[in-house]
């Protein structure tokens, strides 16, 4: 009998990093949700503009600002397996993701839309070190190598509870 754990696809491991860094309420937590997402040595271009490892993951913190948590979907994904099988490849998908943040406006969160595309690179790191050595039949060592996204973020509408909609600045 084996003691090597089933590892999700790549499009499941995709989309429960990625949930996994929407979802992260505290520093601590955001920082090992990256960590397990980002490979250490990463190529991200976000909208275009190439973005260092270090910089992108402050710009996300920085965009999770106030969050109280949040709603991610994932309403297309595609994947590609490399020659490692489901250990590398490749993965398209499309998240949307409703932000909801610790300041309440009329007794309610406000919330911002989050729709982003993500093209990655999944691949084995062998930069990762692991207790007891580095053969470890229990971790999961497939990090993005190459991150490409196209992103963009809008405040949704507060409804005052009379019913009007209004926007907030």
Do not use: C
Request: glycine share 8%.
């Amino acid at each position: 009998m084996s003691s090597i754990p089933l590892l999700p696809n790549l499009s499941t491991w995709a989309q429960n990093r990625l949930t996994a860094i929407f979802q992260a309420t505290t520093q601590d937590d955001f920082d090992l949700a990256y960590e397990n997402f980002v490979a250490k040595q990463v190529h991200i271009t976000v909208n275009g503009k190439h973005v260092s490892r270090a910089d992108y993951k402050t710009q996300l913190w920085q965009e999770k600002g106030l969050e109280s948590g949040a709603e991610v979907s994932y309403p297309g994904t595609v994947e590609v397996p490399g020659t490692d099988g489901e250990l590398s490849g490749l993965v398209g998908l499309f998240l949307q993701a409703t932000v909801a943040e610790k300041l309440l406006v009329f007794g309610a969160p406000e919330t911002k839309s989050v729709n982003s595309s993500y093209n990655l690179t999944i691949a084995l790191d062998s930069t990762l070190q692991h207790p007891g050595g580095p053969i470890n039949h229990h971790a999961d060592d497939r990090r993005v190598s190459v991150l490409n996204k196209v992103s963009v973020g809008k405040q949704d509408p507060i409804v005052p509870p009379h019913g009007s909609q209004t926007t907030s600045s």
